[in-house]
């Protein structure tokens, strides 16, 4: 089978054909899909039909596999496979209904954020559900020159679910245990990344509540918030920007080193029913660009 790599979105993303997910991959065929996932950051996959060891195997060819922090959306038999559904079974949801309408990279909030992520769909609405990403190297490149040197050396602060807003439903304050807090220090982290592998430099602040940018360090806080601010809109343009509409037995990866996503379940209409299988490999820390 001949594996075909076709552009699809603006200047990232690309779809992927000729490839058997379910099947061992020749080293020639892993190795065109592992470049294409670093040059593209994000590649489709149609068409598939995966058991969750099949699922789980690939997963396995970005990295380790880390299982979600919350048990009881682990699959049963693959725990580092996570549910994501909008359905409920006997009053309790399946999964996880919204894993993220926000901008954000998976796992920032860590010392060490993820690499890939990938997610299965099991199942997908008529309308609705679409997951949008956004190319933060494109983003980085666009900056004019004196913003580029002026970002240089800054750091941010990272904390899981923070808000200004101490009684934010979502934020940390109301949603998390104290174990959970607990285990969910701040972190801080560049505002420019150097890609481990590609060397490309990206813009690596989200404006989503579970990235939870503080602000940056050694800045005063309304220095800070221009700043973020600048940022955030400057990588919210269409121009980065690419909108993935999903078909049953689709496989999306995604490059969280260079990229954000969001996704757009807190749209999905009552009627319309999104269940996937997600897998998220360990990155290694990041360093600045
Ligand atoms: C995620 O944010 O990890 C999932 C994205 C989606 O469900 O579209």
């Known amino acids: 089978m001949t594996i075909t790599v076709r552009r699809i979105g603006p200047g990232f993303a690309a779809e992927i054909s000729g490839v058997d997910l379910s099947t061992p991959l020749s080293e020639d065929n892993w190795e065109r899909i592992y470049q294409a996932f670093l040059e593209h950051k994000v590649i489709?996959?149609?068409?598939?039909?995966?058991?969750?060891?099949?699922?789980?195997?690939?997963?396995?060819?970005?990295?380790?596999?880390?299982?979600?922090?919350?048990?009881?959306?682990?699959?049963?038999?693959?725990?580092?496979?996570?549910?994501?559904?909008?359905?409920?079974?006997?009053?309790?949801?399946?999964?996880?209904?919204?894993?993220?309408?926000?901008?954000?990279?998976?796992?920032?909030?860590?010392?060490?954020?993820?690499?890939?992520?990938?997610?299965?769909?099991?199942?997908?609405?008529?309308?609705?559900?679409?997951?949008?990403?956004?190319?933060?190297?494109?983003?980085?490149?666009?900056?004019?020159?004196?913003?580029?040197?002026?970002?240089?050396?800054?750091?941010?602060?990272?904390?899981?679910?923070?808000?200004?807003?101490?009684?934010?439903?979502?934020?940390?304050?109301?949603?998390?245990?104290?174990?959970?807090?607990?285990?969910?220090?701040?972190?801080?982290?560049?505002?420019?990344?150097?890609?481990?592998?590609?060397?490309e430099l990206s813009i690596f602040v989200f404006p989503g509540l579970t990235s939870g940018v503080k602000g940056i360090v050694g800045k005063a806080p309304g220095e800070s918030r221009a700043l973020l601010q600048g940022l955030y809109e400057h990588c919210d343009q269409a121009a980065f920007h690419f909108r993935y509409k999903w078909r049953k037995g689709d496989v999306l990866v995604w490059d969280n080193r260079a990229t954000m996503h969001c996704a757009t379940t807190d749209k999905l209409a009552p009627d319309q029913f999104r269940s996937m299988w997600r897998i998220n490999t360990t990155g290694t820390a990041p360093v600045p660009g």
């Open 44 to 199: 489709a996959f149609h068409d598939q039909a995966l058991s969750a060891a099949e699922f789980h195997k690939f997963g396995e060819r970005f990295g380790t596999i880390e299982p979600h922090t919350v048990e009881m959306y682990r699959h049963a038999e693959r725990p580092g496979i996570t549910l994501l559904s909008n359905r409920t079974e006997l009053g309790r949801p399946k999964g996880i209904k919204d894993a993220g309408s926000h901008w954000h990279s998976d796992y920032s909030y860590k010392a060490v954020p993820a690499k890939a992520t990938m997610l299965y769909a099991l199942e997908t609405p008529d309308e609705g559900g679409d997951t949008l990403f956004g190319d933060l190297a494109a983003a980085y490149q666009a900056l004019p020159k004196a913003t580029k040197a002026s970002l240089h050396g800054l750091q941010a602060r990272h904390h899981y679910r923070w808000d200004e807003n101490r009684n934010h439903p979502e934020g940390r304050w109301r949603l998390l245990t104290q174990t959970e807090r607990d285990q969910t220090p701040e972190v801080v982290h560049p505002v420019v990344r150097r890609h481990p592998e590609t060397g």
